[in-house]
């Protein structure tokens, strides 16, 4: 690959964590006009819309490049994704919904940088899979956990903030359907399994929108602009763009171009929102970056889902 090719994949993968990193801010203005599931419902629902012609023109792309298509061409294949699509998006609604839920009561800023945690959590986790983490992985562990308390712990008590403890719960559901796309996504189509689990995740979201929640149509309306940004920007576009991105650069470098989204999210924030971090939660930040970045910093042997957010 030449590298005028690489330096454009890398500016996808950068745009990639732009506009996650930016959606915090969208989330975080949707949830003081909107409840969270009707927020997600409805993100959901643009999501699935947006990839749904995003499909077709994937297979038109590896057919150009004369690379063959995983589409499902089998009962036993349609079923894999459906069964994959399923647990998955049982996992990112839950964790769609936890995140949501608790940026509602924090800061798009901290929100961001206490996500990107599954960066860590992912190869702890795999424990469970019989996966032994780098001893690199425990540094970034104790460096999270220094960070976290920083962040998001009070200096006079020893207590997590409401929305602070719904967001880290987040991290712990996406870490899991992060283990659950590692499991899936080599055997099927990756926009197509994306579908299956925002559809998935728009059904839930509509049900417990329409069982807990009573949408204002006013509010609705002006919670769209927000609503639209996180549907077709980070769920459809930035997705999209991390599929052809990461097809073009190393691995290793993919995940520290991607784990920038934190420090976006704190920009957009403190922007857009004019939120302000005092000089401990700014320690806090930076001691959770340099725990991403360095559990990014894996050697090739170590499993490929700890190197960035498959959603």
Not at 282 to 310: C, D, N, W, Y
Request: proline share 5%; glycine share 8%.
């Amino acid at each position: 690959m030449n590298h005028r090719r690489q330096n454009f994949h890398t500016f996808l993968l950068l745009l990639t964590a732009f506009l996650w990193g930016t959606t915090f801010v969208a989330q975080r203005t949707g949830a003081e006009l909107v409840g969270p599931f009707t927020f997600l419902a409805m993100r959901s629902w643009i999501a699935v819309l947006f990839l749904t012609p995003v499909i077709p023109l994937m297979d038109r792309l590896y057919a150009r490049r004369g690379m063959a298509d995983r589409k499902p061409r089998s009962g036993p294949d349609r079923l894999l994704l459906l069964k994959g699509g399923i647990l998955c998006g049982m996992m990112l609604g839950a964790a769609s919904a936890a995140q949501q839920i608790g940026i509602g009561y924090t800061s798009a800023s901290k929100a961001g940088f206490i996500t990107s945690l599954y960066v860590v959590l992912v190869p702890v986790l795999s424990i469970f899979l019989r996966r032994q983490p780098s001893p690199r992985v425990w540094v970034g562990v104790l460096l999270a956990l220094i960070g976290l308390y920083l962040l998001c712990m009070k200096a006079d008590r020893f207590s997590l903030a409401y929305g602070d403890a719904w967001v880290l719960l987040c991290t712990l559901f996406f870490a899991v359907q992060i283990l659950l796309l590692d499991r899936y996504s080599p055997l099927v189509d990756a926009v197509r399994l994306s579908r299956v689990q925002f559809l998935v995740v728009a059904l839930l979201s509509t049900v417990l929108m329409l069982l807990t929640e009573h949408p204002d149509s006013g509010a609705f309306v002006s919670a769209l602009p927000s609503i639209l940004y996180a549907g077709v920007f980070s769920s459809g576009i930035a997705y999209t763009l991390q599929i052809i991105g990461q097809d073009g650069v190393n691995p290793s470098v993919a995940s520290l171009v991607m784990s920038l989204e934190s420090v976006f999210s704190a920009f957009a924030g403190w922007l857009v929102l004019h939120e302000r971090l005092t000089v401990r939660e700014l320690i806090g930040a930076a001691l959770m970056f340099a725990a991403v970045l360095l559990t990014h910093l894996m050697p090739p042997s170590e499993p490929r889902e700890s190197r960035g957010r498959p959603v």
